[in-house]
């Protein structure tokens, strides 16, 4: 910086155009003249040199049931997202995998009438989930099922696990969402994603997965999920914004804190787990981009209702560009270190993907 400060101004000045060190005079700084926008000059320069690609591969289409037949309900706080039944959404899976879409992620709006203390729908194998989950498996065989394990859609209480006396229990909640994740699995889940942020929930679902011979089932444990406002509308969509009693800060991560998601990291890939996830996405990529420096593990971002309802309500103002945004907000978890996105957005984006 010194050595800068003493050289003429002219040579500073051309110094952003040429030789770093400032030797060598006007020719040389033109022969050795950097200018990145060489490579942006034309698509196809920009299409060589692109270093993140987007591609349907990397999309994870998370997608809401309800009970009944024929059923496209709108979520009014998401707009262009429904609750499917489950005809429904075996049509609207399809479609994703035809789309080139690897995985869907099944949430269920649960009855109230069906909602109770323990969240003990949780644990029928019939429930929406698992009639969904078999109903895809059957007509749709190629595609990834993902089930998210946790009692909130389930709950009087909206609450992840077991309330007493005001406090969540720990491992009274993880032995249940064992049962849950077999239960899932039983009816044809892929991927059993524990969303509930209960302390050992990995392992011990790990333990019994292989105690019951489902070596194969992959568990994408949602390892760095902050207690967000972001997650508001999703909780309209299953139901759970009415029945939710206070907040879920002492189980879901402070957002003020990073080097604990590198803990949780830990845990969860010591416990067994087979990919990891961060959420929400867009405000956490930094949290994205440690995790996957850190561990190199099979990565994922969760952009979560909120911001789909953030760039959803901008582009029906016509104040920001749909297609544009959407494929560049996915782009950057990919640049971030995510190897995919579950996203609300999947459809679409794997739509104009596919067209380009
Ligand atoms: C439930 C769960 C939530 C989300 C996924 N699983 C909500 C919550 O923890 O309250 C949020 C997804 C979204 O906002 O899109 N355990």
Same mark, same amino acid.
């Given at each position: 910086?010194?050595?800068?400060?003493?050289?003429?101004?002219?040579? %500073?000045?051309?110094?952003?155009?040429?030789?770093?060190?400032?030797?060598?005079?006007?020719?040389?700084?033109?022969?050795? #003249?950097? $200018?990145?926008?060489? !490579?942006? $000059?034309?698509?196809?320069?920009?299409r060589l040199v692109r270093e993140t690609v987007l591609t349907p591969n990397d999309l994870i289409w998370p997608?809401?049931?309800?009970?009944?037949?024929?059923?496209?309900?709108?979520? &009014?706080?998401?707009?262009?997202?429904?609750?499917?039944?489950?005809? &429904?959404?075996?049509?609207?899976?399809?479609?994703?995998?035809?789309?080139?879409?690897?995985?869907?992620?099944?949430?269920?709006?649960?009855?109230?009438?069906?909602?109770?203390?323990?969240?003990?729908?949780?644990? !029928?194998?019939?429930?929406?989930?698992?009639?969904?989950?078999?109903?895809?498996?059957?007509?749709?065989?190629?595609?990834?099922?993902?089930?998210?394990?946790?009692?909130?859609?389930?709950?009087?209480? %909206?609450?992840?696990?077991?309330?007493?006396?005001?406090?969540?229990?720990?491992?009274?909640?993880?032995?249940?969402?064992?049962?849950?994740?077999?239960?899932?699995?039983?009816?044809?889940?892929?991927?059993?994603?524990?969303?509930? @942020? @209960?302390?050992?929930?990995?392992?011990?679902?790990?333990?019994?997965?292989?105690?019951?011979?489902?070596?194969?089932?992959?568990?994408?444990?949602?390892?760095?999920?902050?207690?967000?406002?972001?997650?508001?509308?999703?909780?309209?969509?299953?139901?759970?914004?009415?029945?939710?009693?206070?907040?879920?800060?002492?189980?879901?991560?402070?957002?003020?804190?990073?080097?604990?998601?590198?803990?949780?990291?830990?845990?969860?890939?010591?416990?067994? #787990?087979? @990919?990891?996830?961060?959420?929400?996405?867009?405000?956490?990529?930094?949290?994205?981009?440690?995790?996957?420096? #850190?561990?190199? @593990?099979?990565?994922?971002?969760?952009?979560?209702? %909120?911001?789909?309802?953030m760039l959803s309500a901008a582009f029906e103002r016509g104040w920001l560009d749909r297609d544009r945004c959407?494929?560049?907000?996915?782009?950057?978890?990919?640049?971030?270190?995510?190897?995919?996105?579950?996203?609300?957005?999947?459809?679409?984006?794997?739509?104009?993907?596919? #067209?380009?």
């Open positions: 910086m010194a050595k800068r400060e003493d050289q003429p101004s002219g040579i %500073g000045a051309g110094s952003l155009h040429g030789a770093e060190d400032g030797t060598g005079g006007g020719s040389a700084n033109v022969l050795r #003249a950097v $200018r990145p926008r060489r !490579n942006r $000059r034309a698509d196809w320069a920009r997608l809401f049931v309800v009970a009944g037949s024929g059923v496209r309900e709108p979520v &009014e706080s998401m707009p262009g997202v429904v609750r499917h039944s489950v005809d &429904e959404a075996v049509k609207a899976v399809a479609e994703a995998a035809s789309l080139g879409i690897p995985a869907v992620a099944l949430f269920p709006y649960t009855d109230p009438g069906l909602r109770d203390e323990t969240g003990s729908q949780a644990l !029928n194998s019939d429930n929406l989930v698992c009639q969904a989950c078999r109903a895809v498996k059957d007509k749709v065989p190629d595609i990834g099922i993902v089930t998210d394990v946790a009692l909130d859609p389930y709950t009087s209480h %909206g609450h992840d696990g077991l309330l007493e006396n005001g406090r969540i229990l720990n491992d009274e909640t993880v032995e249940i969402l064992v049962e849950q994740s077999l239960v899932q699995v039983r009816a044809g889940a892929d991927i059993i994603a524990p969303s509930d @942020m @209960m302390d050992g929930r990995v392992g011990a679902i790990r333990e019994a997965l292989e105690a019951e011979g489902l070596i194969d089932t992959q568990i994408m444990a949602y390892t760095a999920k902050y207690a967000s406002g972001f997650y508001g509308p999703f909780r309209d969509a299953v139901g759970s914004s009415v029945t939710l009693s206070g907040d879920k800060r002492t189980y879901q991560m402070d957002y003020g804190n990073s080097d604990e998601a590198i803990r949780e990291a830990e845990l969860d890939i010591a416990e067994g #787990a087979d @990919m990891i996830m961060v959420k929400p996405g867009m405000p956490y990529l930094d949290v994205l981009q440690r995790l996957k420096s #850190a561990f190199g @593990m099979p990565t994922y971002a969760y952009q979560v209702s %909120g911001e789909y309802a959407v494929l560049e907000a996915l782009s950057a978890f990919k640049r971030a270190g995510a190897d995919g996105v579950l996203t609300y957005f999947a459809i679409e984006a794997a739509k104009t993907l596919n #067209a380009t």
